[in-house]
């Protein structure tokens, strides 16, 4: 079946705009994972989507991000007055279940890039 | 504190085997997972292992766990260029949130 999709695959944009980034999970799956892989580092927890649950938004690292999930579905990710310490590729994965062995299925990322 | 750390590069020939270790700091690990990223794609699980484990074997691939050290290995045996990737070891917590952390990741390069 369809695995998990982003868009776009890459975004470039001015410094001080805001951006959104989409992202498709597995039909089905439960929990929902935004990450930040900035080059040369680990992937970074952003925020954690679960069912109907209020979201773990513990990783966002600052009050210019945001992100909903609409339908227990899709996700957006948004960030506003981008800065370019924003760079990076955005990561998606979704879980049938969160659980310790939940395997997370990743999608391809976002590649923004903030001049 | 949680924390993952691995070396970034590892080269190998081809045909050898390859060998990524990973060190983390929290002893209250639960499980610990072994992370594969092609350019230009997401992240596939490999492989985990849980920490009442020592070893876990799967084809070409062994995962060696030392919880006394907190190191932990993956052993890819007869290396194949295809396996040239960068390779994410990744931890979640015993009573935690259940999100994995993530180390930076080796880059595992594979020539002829």
């Known amino acids: 079946g369809a695995g998990v999709s982003q868009s776009p695959s890459n975004k470039v944009t001015e410094k001080g705009k805001d951006v959104e980034l989409r992202c498709d999970p597995i039909s089905g799956h439960t929990a929902l994972y935004w990450y930040r892989q900035s080059l040369g580092q680990g992937l970074e927890f952003l925020i954690y989507?679960?069912?109907?649950?209020?979201?773990?938004k513990s990783g966002l690292p600052s009050d210019r991000f945001s992100a909903e999930r609409t339908g227990g579905s899709v996700s957006t990710l948004t960030i506003q007055r981008t800065q370019q310490e924003d760079s990076a590729v955005y990561l998606c994965?979704?879980?049938?279940?969160?659980?310790?062995?939940?395997?997370?299925?990743f999608g391809p990322g976002t590649r923004l890039t903030v001049t | 504190g949680e924390d993952v750390e691995q070396s970034l590069f590892l080269s190998v020939r081809e045909g050898d085997s390859s060998v990524i270790n990973c060190t983390y700091t929290d002893s209250s690990s639960t499980y610990l997972y072994w992370y594969k990223q092609e350019p230009g794609a997401g992240l596939q699980l490999l492989t985990y292992i849980f920490s009442n484990m020592d070893m876990k074997q799967d084809q070409r691939l062994t995962v060696l766990l030392n919880k006394k050290d907190k190191h932990l290995s993956l052993r890819i045996a007869d290396t194949q260029t295809g396996d040239s990737a960068i390779y994410f070891c990744a931890e979640t917590i015993s009573g935690g949130s259940y999100i994995p952390t993530f180390g930076r990741g080796t880059s595992l390069i594979v020539h002829p």
């Open positions: 989507f679960q069912g109907n649950s209020a979201p773990d």
């Open positions: 994965a979704s879980s049938p279940t969160h659980r310790p062995i939940g395997e997370q299925y």
